[in-house]
């Protein structure tokens, strides 16, 4: 039995998007697809532009069988970490083949760079954590170590995930398969275009622009509160301002709070205030992850207490979902079901700061976690 693993966002869910879940099913031919989708925040570090539910619905009806949830808690994480869970929750649900986009779609270089970290692993670390403390950021680091190491380099946002993704199937012996498709659209590019990148159709749909050409389910975007970290930015500015503690959050490094605190006075707007954080030693992205754990006020304890797995939420199902949930359940280590088991959970007590800090600007999603009903395909439908 094949069954297909995709890791995944849907920010929103676009025909690059459907592209690539239909190539990876033609390429695998699995009886069933599984996809782990970012809840509430995405990786880059920011609100997802509409709510889980919304998104995983949509998912199920253009071909996904079963959509679980990414929690917050790993979704504001580096690559290596956001990889490493997702990989583990696709391998706990039974997952045979993972199918990811590349810009090189080039499985062999990410299977060799993979094996060539693992087999001198401790050369590895010693070389990335040199090289960071010349001041390079962590990911021009790992390049510069790989250069040194193979005489390689892995640069695109895409191919660094995909790296993250092999590194993990590799170092932990998973039975899986991993297949690349190669991607050719511009990630980053803010026009639309035969296949628009999710950041030009999260700023065309803000403009409420009509991009139904692009976007699958493009009714549920339509006449609905758009989330945007914008919306956030007095509460962020107040959590910077009051906290005298911001060395205790997660992700913000001594030395940075009285930048911080600086910053905040002179910046309108999310992206600016970014601009004012960001240098040679911090991305972008993991400038947003911080700002984003700061407006949770996740400390670092607490982080470290909510890094593990103590059940595996479903988000939308088909019926052919369904009924593999039932066969899975009987050997998953881990329970499956949408309710919350434990609500003092340390990883679902971020997750409900979450929800209470989205159902600021968007109540619907307070009332649709406290239901916790996925959404279900019927056959007949």
């Known amino acids: 039995m094949r069954i297909l693993g995709i890791v995944a ?3 929103p869910f676009h025909k690059g998007h459907l592209y ?3 190539q990876a099913q033609e390429r695998i031919k699995p009886e069933v697809t599984i996809v782990v989708m970012s809840g509430s925040f995405v990786q880059r570090g920011e609100v997802a532009i509409v709510d889980k539910w919304i998104r995983s619905q949509i998912a199920v009806e ?3 069988d079963l959509v679980v949830e990414l929690p917050t808690v790993y979704t504001l994480e580096s690559a290596d970490y956001f990889a490493k869970s997702s990989i583990a929750l696709l ?4 997952v045979t083949d993972i199918v990811f986009g590349s810009e090189t779609g080039d499985i062999q270089q990410f299977n060799d760079i993979a094996h060539t970290i693992q087999n001198h692993n401790e050369e590895y670390n010693t070389l990335v954590k040199e090289a960071m403390q010349k001041g390079l950021r962590y990911p021009d ?4 170590a790989l250069s040194t190491l193979m005489h390689k380099e892995v640069r695109t946002p895409n191919d660094l995930l995909a790296l993250a993704y092999t590194k993990e199937v590799v170092f932990n012996n998973y039975p899986i398969q991993l297949h690349a498709i190669k991607r050719t659209s511009d990630y980053h590019s803010e026009t639309i275009e035969t296949f628009a990148s999710a950041t030009a159709l999260r700023k065309a749909l803000r403009e409420k622009k009509d991009v139904s050409s692009q976007l699958p389910g493009y009714v549920y975007y339509k006449d609905r509160v758009l989330l945007d970290m914008d919306a956030f930015f007095p509460y962020l500015k107040y959590n910077i301002l009051m906290n005298d503690q911001l060395a205790n959050i997660h992700l913000v490094d001594e030395g940075i709070e009285n930048l911080l605190k600086e910053s905040i006075q002179k910046a309108k707007k999310i992206n600016e205030l970014i601009d004012l954080l960001s240098s040679k ?4 992205a993991r400038i947003a992850r911080m700002l984003s754990h700061i407006l949770l006020n996740n400390t670092k304890d607490e982080v470290i207490k909510a890094m593990h797995f103590s059940q595996i939420r479903p988000l939308a199902f088909s019926q052919n979902g369904a009924n593999y949930l039932r066969q899975i359940k009987k050997s998953c280590p881990l329970p499956i079901t949408t309710k919350i088991l434990d609500k003092k959970d340390p990883m679902y007590h971020i997750e409900a700061k979450a929800t209470s800090l989205i159902g600021l ?3 619907e999603l307070i009332v649709k976690e406290k239901k916790s009903i996925p959404y279900i395909k019927r056959t007949h439908e």
């Open 91 to 94: 391998h706990l649900l039974g």
């Open 9 to 11: 966002e849907y920010n």
């Open 62 to 64: 253009y071909g996904v």
């Open 281 to 284: 030693r911090y991305t972008r």
């Open 361 to 363: 600007v968007d109540p």
């Open 141 to 144: 680091a790992c390049n510069q």
């Open 20 to 22: 690539h879940l239909k």
